[in-house]
């Protein structure tokens, strides 16, 4: 089975050659991608991806919460868009709490809290379109994201990029729902303990690119085909054969995104739902 990286920007202008990103990770054993959108601009240029690499290009739609800006008017109109290409589109994500714009100071409470509310309607607008939800929720806020997914109960949930206490990890698992995890994990303690700390039925992988890595990566642009190394240091991790490590995650990510592990196209499946 091949790899699939559950969380990356593609929109961004590193990757403005799609056809050889696609080639380059294909080469590497990644055969899928899923796109995270950040907002109506963003989601926007996700879908016309995915219309020029339908095999490759797995559609998100979302709306990033560490963008104080963020308006009531900007949820409606990001709920539009899932409705009028939902046969198109495997995920509402990445969307979720703020953290770092909390810590930098680029964001106030009163802004946060509205995050908070704004997730509210995205997770309840997901359940009624039948979609898994992408998660941005690091540290502290996947606590509070946590109590969210468990009000509503999407189809599915990962917390992307994952930080979170062991504690909240294990409920996390314990809830059914996914961690994915990204190259750190090949030179970050506190990733490899979340390795090995959470269930393979529980575990993505993904590249979140274009974010840049340091350790072995460092001055290396990320792509998807960087988790073809992840796998192989999960696999390192958890005392499992590399090849255990690539049929479950892409057994998990066909369940989350709406294929029951049943190994077919999740977009073909979702042609006409909702």
């Not at 953290?99 to 106030?108: N, R």
Request: glycine share 10%; hydrophobic share 40%.
């Amino acid at each position: 089975m091949p790899f699939i990286d559950t969380h990356c920007h593609l929109d961004a202008p590193n990757y403005a050659d799609l056809a050889a990103v696609c080639r380059q990770s294909e080469q590497a054993g990644v055969t899928v991608t899923v796109a995270a959108g950040a907002g109506l601009d963003s989601n926007q240029r996700i879908l016309g991806l995915q219309q020029q690499q339908p095999a490759h290009v797995w559609a998100a739609l979302g709306l990033h919460p560490e963008r104080p800006e963020a308006s009531w008017d900007e949820v409606e109109a990001v709920l539009a868009q899932l409705r009028s290409h939902r046969g198109r589109v495997v995920a509402l994500g990445e969307v979720g709490l703020p953290h770092y714009a909390l810590l930098d100071g680029s964001m106030t409470a009163e802004q946060a809290r509205r995050h908070e509310a704004l997730l509210h309607a995205l997770v309840k607008g997901a359940v009624a379109l039948s979609l898994p939800v992408v998660l941005h929720a690091p540290h502290a806020a996947a606590d509070k994201a946590l109590a969210i997914a468990r009000r509503y109960e999407p189809s599915g949930v990962v917390f992307h990029w994952h930080k979170g206490s062991p504690e909240t990890t294990a409920a996390i698992c314990e809830a059914g729902y996914f961690v994915s995890v990204t190259p750190e994990v090949c030179y970050r303690e506190r990733d490899r303990e979340l390795v090995r700390a959470t269930p393979l039925r529980n575990l993505l992988l993904e590249s979140d690119g274009p974010w840049p890595y340091g350790g072995e990566f460092a001055g290396q642009s990320t792509t998807p085909a960087v988790v073809a190394r992840l796998a192989v240091e999960v696999a390192r991790l958890k005392g499992v054969s590399l090849e255990e490590v690539r049929e479950l995650t892409w057994e998990n990510a066909q369940r989350l995104f709406g294929c029951g592990g049943s190994g077919s196209d999740p977009v073909a499946g979702r042609i006409g739902a909702g």
